[in-house]
T-cell receptor, first 113, second 112 residues
Framework: QQQVKQSPQSLIVQKGGISIINCAYENTAFDYFPWYQQFPGKGPALLIAIRPDVSEKKEGRFTISFNKSAKQFSLHIMDSQPGDSATYFCAASGRGGADGLTFGKGTHLIIQP | DTEVTQTPKHLVMGMTNKKSLKCEQHMGHRAMYWYKQKAKKPPELMFVYSYEKLSINESVPSRFSPECPNSSLLNLHLHALQPEDSALYLC???????????FGSGTRLTVV
């Protein structure tokens, strides 16, 4: 059973545009929702994370929007740049993290110059 | 130091070999993890070591054996692996279990 559903699987955006990736979760015990960026051959790097007590968090060009009632959260990348081309994973954890992070399947993002 | 360091970066081993992967962090994190990542897939949790207690994903074969010599080090011992075990093995740590994960760059393992 996949507990975090991520879409789209792949995304092409023009330079300067807004990239939007969506995730939905099922487990209401989740209380920590990070986004990771991964380049080929590298480990995932934490971009930004949110807790359910806030509806939005912004760090530079990256924004997380969180809808607790809908059990959905999304990543917005403003002014997308070619260097943002990577695979993005949403994830979730909770209850002390005994089960570790549960990842979405990932989105392969390509920013065209 | 805000890094998780993994060695080696690449490893090729035969199915009868015994090898170990090493992971080190000096951020004072109290939880450390091993993840396995196949190509074009998300990382999958293998083991959690938190506050000196080991949690095992029961689906992980016994040919993988974790060891935590101290709070900064985590090893993964490999024995009699299969070609399907070839993957990127990622180590991560967090200040407390479940939050604020930092991942290493991984060990690319090839089993021949």
């Amino acid at each position: 059973q996949q507990q975090v559903k991520q879409s789209p699987q792949s995304l092409i955006v023009q330079k300067g545009g807004i990239s939007i990736i969506n995730c939905a979760y099922e487990n209401t015990a989740f209380d920590y929702f990070p986004w990771y960026q991964q380049f080929p051959g590298k480990g995932p790097a934490l971009l930004i994370a949110i807790r359910p007590d806030v509806s939005e968090k912004k760090e530079g060009r990256f924004t997380i929007s969180f809808n607790k009632s809908a059990k959905q959260f999304s990543l917005h990348i403003m002014d997308s740049q070619p260097g943002d081309s990577a695979t993005y994973f949403c994830a979730a954890s909770g209850r002390g993290g005994a089960d570790g992070l549960t990842f979405g399947k990932g989105t392969h993002l390509i920013i065209q110059p | 130091d805000t890094e998780v360091t993994q060695t080696p970066k690449h490893l090729v081993m035969g199915m009868t070999n015994k090898k170990s992967l090493k992971c080190e962090q000096h951020m004072g994190h109290r939880a450390m993890y091993w993840y396995k990542q196949k190509a074009k897939k998300p990382p999958e949790l293998m083991f959690v070591y938190s506050y000196e207690k080991l949690s095992i994903n029961e689906s992980v074969p016994s040919r993988f054996s974790p060891e935590c010599p101290n709070s900064s080090l985590l090893n993964l011992h490999l024995h009699a692996l299969q070609p399907e075990d070839s993957a990127l093995y990622l180590c991560a740590s967090s200040p407390q279990t479940g939050y604020g994960y930092t991942f290493g760059s991984g060990t690319r393992l090839t089993v021949v």
